[in-house]
């Protein structure tokens, strides 16, 4: 059954380093998610992608955060400068249509900021 | 702004028992709902996908039932096994007006089956 992937499992970084988080989305689907997930909190939306741009993206993804689809089929999220309270697990996710359809998760990755 | 809620918090059941678990939102604006199951430090299993049309979706042991105009769904697992043993984590998609359609979470309910 096709899957989300998402590389790397773990991560660790050194605060204000640079990260690039990779997601392997379903192959025929065309609308993609980030999702964050702070220890012991919700699940929290960061940002929509669709048709090469950002459809929606929450408070959260400000001017550090930004996604890429640099190929057809890696969609990656890079946060510039990280902080301590970017520590959290780091869900890509995605849709073949839009609002009826499953959105379908990767197993994350975790970003450990020090 | 779409607000989920999921009680309890935590539940503990012995094996063999039927449950319930509910969430709660407070717009009824909704295009689906989704329920999900997630292992620790694990990511999220799709269970099921209610439509803002539909009243309820079963697959296997589990059903799953939507009133949109209360603003409630609740997760009914029938026979516990010590494999269900996870959090819930309930999301509903509400057209942001953008194009979008992320999902809104819960906090969760975390199940743990005895055996």
Known sequence: EPEVTQTPSHQVTQMGQEVILRCVPI???????WYRQILGQKVEF????????????????????????????????KIRSTKLEDSAMYFCASTIGQG??????????????L | KQEVTQIPAALSVPEGENLVL?????DSAIYNLQ???QD?????????????????????RLNASLDKSSGRSTL????????????????????????????????????????
């Open chain 1, 27 to 33: 192959s025929n689907h065309l609308y993609f998610y």
């Open chain 1, 100 to 113: 009826g359809d499953t959105q379908y998760f990767g197993p994350g990755t975790r970003l450990t900021v």
């Open chain 2, 35 to 37: 329920w999900f199951r």
């Open chain 2, 76 to 115: 009914y697992i029938a026979a516990s096994q010590p494999g269900d043993s996870a959090t819930y984590l309930c999301a509903v998609v509400a057209a942001s007006g953008a194009g979008s359609y992320q999902l809104t979470f819960g906090k969760g309910t975390k199940l743990s089956v005895i055996p």
């Open chain 1, 46 to 77: 960061l940002v929509s992608f669709y048709n090469n741009e950002i459809s929606e993206k929450s408070e959260i993804f400000d001017d550090q955060f930004s996604v890429e689809r640099p190929d057809g089929s890696n969609f990656t999220l």
């Open chain 2, 22 to 26: 509910n969430c709660s939102f407070t």
């Open chain 2, 40 to 60: 620790p430090g694990k990511g999220l299993t799709s269970l099921l996908l209610i439509q803002s049309s539909q009243r309820e979706q079963t697959s296997g």
